[in-house]
T-cell receptor, first 113, second 116 residues
Framework: DAGITQSPRHKVTETGTPVTLRCHQT?????MYWYRQDPGHGLRLIHY???????DKGEVSDGYSVSRSKTEDFLLTLESATSSQTSVYFC????????????FGPGTRLLVL | AQKITQTQPGMFVQEKEAVTLDCTYD???????LFWYKQPSSGEMIFLIY??????QNATEGRYSLNFQKARKSANLVISASQLGDSAMYFC?????????????FGKGTHLIIQP
């Protein structure tokens, strides 16, 4: 158990509203990631962080922003949600730079109407 | 071009048989890692096994082994003595350690169903 929680676990929202998803970890890991999972696509990297206030873009970052003001929390924000952002969002952590394995949180199901 | 290809969208296997799930990858980075994850119907992503590109031996973790054929760019997952609880989606993934975004690239997955 990598000590990762995501909140909320389920959310329904309307197009145009802002949404923030939270990933919380209890083990002080430096590296954190946000992915989305859509049918037929596997998981795709949105943003990642390699420390407090250090973030970078992934493959599908358009329409998303992130923040990491504390080691334990990595926030994903949809500034103005669109129906194409309906997805399952997974947070992941990596324990150290020389440890390659990423461990995933339980996921958040987001429906944008 | 796809970096990770899983050619088997679905597989049916009899319980207790061995299973091979196919994965081919494409990279020009000499330093990379290959992963397999399991996603049961409950939705969580469970790490199974990891193989580094410079590892001399195939990785093994209990009933899971990774058949790594570097020249063929193949990283098949072998599950020995399959069990009903192995029924799930299985994803192959890669990280190119040499550069680019520090994340995993996933294949589209294989849906494995173990039949009694």
């Amino acid at each position: 158990d990598a000590g990762i929680t995501q909140s909320p676990r389920h959310k329904v929202t309307e197009t145009g509203t802002p949404v923030t998803l939270r990933c919380h970890q209890t083990e002080n890991h430096r590296y954190m990631y946000w992915y989305r999972q859509d049918p037929g696509h596997g998981l795709r990297l949105i943003h990642y962080s390699y420390g407090v206030k250090d973030t970078d873009k992934g493959e599908v970052s358009d329409g998303y922003s992130v923040s990491r003001s504390k080691t334990e929390d990595f926030l994903l924000t949809l500034e103005s949600a669109t129906s194409s952002q309906t997805s399952v969002y997974f947070c992941a952590i990596k324990e150290a730079a020389n440890q390659e394995t990423q461990y995933f949180g339980p996921g958040t199901r987001l429906l944008v109407l | 071009a796809q970096k990770i290809t899983q050619t088997q969208p679905g597989m049916f296997v009899q319980e207790k048989e061995a299973v091979t799930l196919d994965c081919t990858y494409d990279t020009s980075d000499p330093s990379y890692g290959l992963f397999w994850y399991k996603q049961p119907s409950s939705g969580e992503m469970i790490f199974l096994i990891y193989q580094g590109s410079y590892d001399q031996q195939n990785a093994t973790e209990g009933r899971y082994s990774l058949n790594f054929q570097k020249a063929r760019k193949s990283a098949n997952l072998v599950i020995s003595a399959s069990q009903l609880g192995d029924s799930a989606m299985y994803f192959c993934a890669m990280r190119e350690i040499g550069g680019g975004a520090d994340g995993l690239t996933f294949g589209k997955g294989t849906h494995l169903i173990i039949q009694p």
